[in-house]
């Protein structure tokens, strides 16, 4: 009896055993299997060691605590699923970026380096003013990438703080408040995560990008002692440095102001995305990825990032599209502070072609006069005015009667642009029809009035006397 008793304990402690051990595997299956599915991909593009090594060992991504009201303004459903391939993504997501600039005063505790200085340096926190803002959409039943930008300066209805800037969402309440403010500007688009990336981890996530090869439009020259904030670039294709590029991308001293800042970050972006699968990017994920996890604050987690990363690496440039809130600047006068005014009419047009918020305004304008868009023709070859009239008579001809000639695009361009200004690229692409020559680009990059602005490269030269011809004959 005693034997047998002792043998029935041994059995069920060997059982409580094997049961704690299944437990302890269930609980860690989930992330083996992710680590698998990781190791899988990233062994296959020789990224392995890198990715493999950070993910192991790296801190959550997230670094404000949101209450649970406002973790509740994100759409909590899943947006990536793990298998033996890499993480990818399940549905179309929407992502809120926010680039912060965030000073001493701006925060309660700013770090003691930053104390008894005679000027204000930038600090590494998420509290302040969100001076970038941009809607990302990753579709992949469209496999496509769309951004939209936001100007600092909107006008928006912050809820609780009334009408204001809405850079200022996120020092009044944070991503939540932010993503809240953004969701009724656009007609209630869903909000799934946020981003919010310190204007101090731009410079170093570029440089650990190795820099970028950007065309700087102008020569930007700009002094504030306060900040120590220098800027001094030369006009031309250049390579600019982490340190070069936030400063292209901080300039905002001329004419169009924000709106112009906004255009030469998408140049950047657009820049940055071209170069970002160049073989030696792998060889420096690491130092990449650490300046992710220092720098930024986000709700996605490790997995969701992979999936984001995994969709754009294997995107067609062409189905990048980057957008601009539509709206105009305020009047000397018409409030107390310069603002950019939302266009509601067009805001609305725009989200439901590109991120499919319902609105009746699309469904009025599916019959598009020509009569109504405005082209603007910016050449970039050097060309007198005279040699455009009969490229202008020919759009004319064809029904594009509101056509006007602008400032020319500073950069040289071998291709044609078409940019659609205000996203209509169903538009941008019929015009491109009649010139039959160009490319279609979904940006803002051109002229802030135009619906359709036409950025003529080398290409119309070799053109140049088919338009001619055809405006001979016509007379």
Request: aromatic share 6%; net charge neutral.
């Given at each position: 009896?005693?034997?047998?008793?002792a043998s029935?304990?041994?059995?069920?402690?060997?059982?409580?055993?094997?049961?704690?051990?299944?437990?302890?595997?269930?609980?860690?299956?989930?992330?083996?299997?992710?680590?698998?599915?990781?190791?899988?991909?990233?062994?296959?593009?020789g990224?392995?060691?890198a990715?493999?090594?950070?993910?192991?060992?790296?801190?959550p991504?997230?670094?404000?605590?949101?209450?649970?009201?406002?973790?509740?303004?994100?759409?909590?459903?899943?947006?990536?699923?793990v298998?033996?391939?890499?993480?990818?993504l399940?549905?179309?997501?929407?992502?809120?970026l926010?680039?912060?600039?965030?000073?001493?005063?701006?925060?309660?505790?700013p770090?003691?380096?930053?104390?008894?200085?005679?000027?204000?340096?930038?600090?590494?926190?998420?509290?302040?003013?969100?001076?970038?803002?941009?809607?990302?959409k990753?579709?992949?039943?469209t496999?496509?990438?769309?951004?939209?930008?936001?100007?600092?300066?909107?006008?928006?209805?912050?809820?609780?703080?009334?009408?204001?800037?809405?850079?200022?969402?996120?020092?009044?309440?944070?991503?939540a408040?932010?993503?809240?403010t953004?969701?009724?500007?656009?007609?209630g688009?869903?909000?799934?995560?946020?981003?919010?990336?310190?204007?101090?981890?731009?410079s170093?996530?570029?440089?650990?990008?190795?820099?970028?090869?950007?065309?700087?439009p102008?020569?930007?020259?700009?002094?504030?002692?306060?900040?120590?904030?220098?800027?001094?670039?030369?006009?031309?294709?250049?390579?600019l440095?982490?340190?070069?590029?936030?400063?292209?991308?901080r300039y905002?001293?001329?004419?169009?102001?924000?709106?112009?800042?906004?255009?030469r970050?998408?140049?950047?972006?657009?820049?940055?995305?071209?170069?970002?699968?160049?073989?030696?990017?792998?060889?420096?994920?690491?130092?990449?990825?650490?300046?992710?996890?220092?720098?930024?604050?986000?709700?996605?987690?490790?997995?969701?990032?992979?999936a984001?990363?995994?969709?754009?690496?294997?995107?067609?440039?062409?189905n990048?599209?980057?957008?601009?809130?539509?709206?105009?600047?305020?009047?000397?006068?018409?409030?107390k502070?310069?603002?950019?005014?939302?266009?509601?009419?067009?805001?609305?047009?725009?989200?439901?072609?590109?991120?499919?918020?319902?609105?009746?305004?699309?469904e009025?304008?599916?019959?598009q006069?020509?009569?109504?868009?405005?082209?603007?023709?910016?050449?970039?070859?050097?060309?007198?005015?005279?040699?455009?009239?009969?490229?202008?008579?020919?759009?004319?001809?064809?029904g594009?009667?509101n056509?006007?000639?602008?400032?020319?695009?500073?950069?040289?361009l071998?291709?044609?642009?078409?940019?659609?200004?205000?996203?209509?690229?169903?538009?941008?692409?019929?015009?491109?029809?009649?010139?039959?020559?160009?490319?279609v680009?979904?940006?803002?990059?051109?002229?802030?009035?135009?619906?359709?602005?036409?950025?003529?490269?080398?290409?119309?030269?070799?053109?140049?006397?088919?338009?001619?011809?055809?405006?001979?004959?016509s007379?």
């Open positions: 009896m005693t034997s047998q008793k029935s304990e041994d059995q069920q402690a060997a059982k409580k055993k094997l049961k704690r051990k299944k437990s302890r595997s269930s609980k860690s299956q989930r992330w083996v299997w992710f680590g698998i599915a990781m190791g899988s991909i990233a062994i296959a593009s990224m392995s060691m990715l493999l090594a950070w993910f192991w060992e790296s801190t991504l997230q670094q404000a605590q949101l209450s649970k009201k406002e973790a509740e303004v994100f759409d909590s459903d899943p947006i990536s699923r298998g033996f391939q890499f993480s990818e399940t549905r179309p997501v929407n992502i809120l926010m680039g912060m600039s965030v000073l001493p005063p701006d925060i309660q505790n770090p003691s380096d930053s104390k008894n200085l005679r000027y204000l340096p930038q600090v590494n926190s998420f509290d302040g003013l969100s001076d970038v803002m941009l809607l990302i990753f579709d992949p039943d496999k496509k990438i769309v951004m939209l930008s936001i100007p600092r300066d909107t006008r928006a209805e912050i809820e609780g703080f009334g009408a204001k800037k809405i850079n200022a969402a996120n020092v009044d309440g944070g991503p408040l932010t993503a809240k953004v969701s009724n500007l656009l007609g688009v869903a909000i799934d995560r946020y981003v919010r990336i310190n204007v101090l981890g731009v170093k996530l570029i440089e650990a990008l190795g820099g970028v090869n950007v065309y700087v102008k020569d930007m020259k700009y002094r504030d002692d306060s900040q120590h904030l220098y800027i001094n670039l030369k006009a031309g294709q250049q390579h440095n982490g340190e070069q590029a936030l400063q292209l991308l905002r001293h001329d004419e169009l102001g924000d709106i112009g800042r906004i255009q970050q998408q140049m950047v972006i657009r820049a940055l995305i071209e170069q970002t699968l160049n073989p030696n990017t792998l060889t420096r994920l690491t130092e990449i990825l650490n300046v992710v996890k220092e720098n930024v604050d986000t709700n996605l987690s490790v997995e969701e990032l992979a984001l990363l995994g969709f754009g690496s294997k995107i067609n440039r062409s990048m599209q980057m957008l601009m809130l539509p709206g105009r600047f305020s009047e000397n006068g018409e409030f502070a310069s603002y950019w005014i939302p266009k509601e009419r067009d805001i609305a047009k725009l989200m439901s072609l590109h991120f499919g918020v319902q609105s009746n305004v699309l009025e304008e599916k019959i006069n020509l009569s109504n868009l405005k082209v603007a023709i910016q050449d970039s070859t050097g060309s007198e005015r005279s040699k455009m009239r009969p490229l202008i008579r020919s759009l004319e001809k064809a594009y009667t056509i006007f000639i602008s400032k020319p695009w500073g950069q040289p071998d291709v044609t642009h078409i940019v659609a200004q205000q996203g209509d690229a169903d538009s941008a692409e019929s015009l491109r029809n009649i010139l039959g020559f160009g490319e680009r979904v940006e803002s990059t051109g002229n802030i009035a135009s619906d359709i602005s036409i950025q003529l490269g080398k290409d119309w030269l070799e053109n140049q006397a088919m338009f001619e011809n055809s405006s001979s004959d007379r």
